[in-house]
Nanobody
């Protein structure tokens, strides 16, 4: 079993930046990827960014390319999501995700472990 703990949510003005962190604990050696999904009001949960632990390959949703950056600190089993140039439409509950999926952006069913979520609000 893997436990994921997010931090870093909060309120930020449009155009600003926010950094989310997700620390994994437990049987972390079984993880192929760590990443972030989000759910906005009235929408389905969507993949935002993932990083594959072997090789550091990253995958981003089109809506965040060029603005968000995902990195990982393998020694700390922690993934970070640096969010720049934030827009009101980035307002959402952000969930850390991890699992065995092997390539690309996993769908929800491809995620084996979920964090509790941390909310990000982008104000005008």
């Amino acid at each position: 079993q893997v436990h994921l703990a997010e931090s870093g949510g909060g309120s930020v003005q449009a155009g600003g930046s926010r950094r989310l962190a997700c620390k994994a604990s437990g049987d972390t050696e079984q993880i192929n990827f760590m990443g972030w999904f989000r759910r906005s009001s009235g929408k389905e949960r969507e993949g935002v960014a993932v990083v594959y632990t072997a090789g550091g390959v990253t995958v981003y949703a089109e809506s965040v390319k060029g603005r968000f950056t995902i990195t990982e600190d393998e020694s700390e089993n922690t993934a970070f999501l640096q969010m720049n140039s934030l827009k009101p439409e980035d307002t959402a509950m952000y969930y850390c995700a991890a699992g065995l999926y092997s390539h690309g952006m996993p769908a929800e069913r491809g995620v084996d472990f979920w964090g509790q979520g941390t909310h990000v609000t982008v104000t005008v």
